[in-house]
């Protein structure tokens, strides 16, 4: 009896018109919070930001209502460093506000690659390598018999001799040296006696190359190498004997006279 009172009372009424009331506005409000949130029906023409610094392209994208995100970046000799690529979604496409708009730019230093050109290389096969890899090269031939078409070194533009595991920065120059037969004579140097620094300066200064090398010690130190004396040469030098330019002497190294015992 108490409830059912209770049910047709004023009190019950007002209540329940409150609740529907506060119900009415709940739903209205989380309605329009949902809407300003996802921006389901607004549409956004994104911008073009190819070819712009990073830094403009991304108070463009913001102030478009767009999210600018950098998900990569490339490296070219000829591009503007910062500048952007690429961008997706791509200029003009309509999209919904907040959405991240990704970017690739255009770094400001290069990469480094390993220069895996060795002695004995095809060098057609070397140059192939070197224009994948991004070095810019010229060409320098030496008089070789047995390198004859194939790869004698590689040199920085200092004249340096570089090995195949070195990591080297895309776009630097170098020297790709390309043995070549040669009718040339020259005369064989006699090189018994000379320190191994010497004897190598005496082969190029003739168009000679450094063969087969035999040590009767075991260097230490780069200096220990380059202070060893010559102790024979193959071919074995006589008088006025001349050979062909471009071929490789074998040497024997020993220990100077002078130098420490090793304990």
């Known amino acids: ?28 409000a989380l309605n329009l919070f949902l809407r300003a949130f996802t921006r389901h029906s607004e549409r956004i023409a994104v911008p073009s930001v190819v070819g712009v610094h990073m830094n403009e392209a991304e108070l463009a994208l913001e102030a478009a209502g767009l999210h600018p995100v950098v998900m990569d970046s490339l490296y070219s000799a000829k591009g503007q460093a910062g500048s ?6 791509a200029a003009g496409v309509e999209v919904k506000g907040t959405r991240n708009v990704y970017l690739t730019v255009y770094r400001s230093t290069p990469p480094s690659e390993r220069l895996e050109v060795e002695e004995g290389m095809d060098a057609g096969v ?12 010229r060409e320098r031939y030496e008089p070789s018999t047995e390198l004859s078409g194939l790869v004698m070194r590689i040199e920085d533009s200092k004249g340096q001799s570089k090995l195949p595991d070195d990591r080297l920065q895309k776009g630097q120059p170098l020297v790709l040296v390309i043995g ?15 320190t191994r620094r010497e004897g190598i300066r005496a082969l190029k200064q003739l168009g000679l190359a450094v063969g087969f090398s035999r040590w009767s010690f075991q260097p230490s130190s780069g200096q220990d190498s380059s202070e060893a004396v010559i102790s024979s040469q193959v071919p074995v030098y006589t008088p006025g004997r001349q050979v062909n330019a471009g071929m490789a002497i074998d040497l024997t ?6 130098a420490p015992e090793v304990q």
């Open 1 to 28: 009896m108490r409830l059912l009172r209770f049910f047709i009372s004023r009190t019950f009424w007002v209540q329940l018109g409150l609740a529907v009331v506060l119900a009415v506005v709940g739903f209205v």
């Open 84 to 89: 952007v690529v690429e961008q997706d979604p």
């Open 126 to 137: 070397a140059r192939i390598l070197l224009d994948v890899k991004g070095f810019p090269f």
């Open 180 to 194: 070549q037969a040669s009718s040339r004579q020259v005369v064989l140097p006699e090189l018994v006696g000379l």
């Open 253 to 258: 190294f020993e220990q100077p006279a002078n």
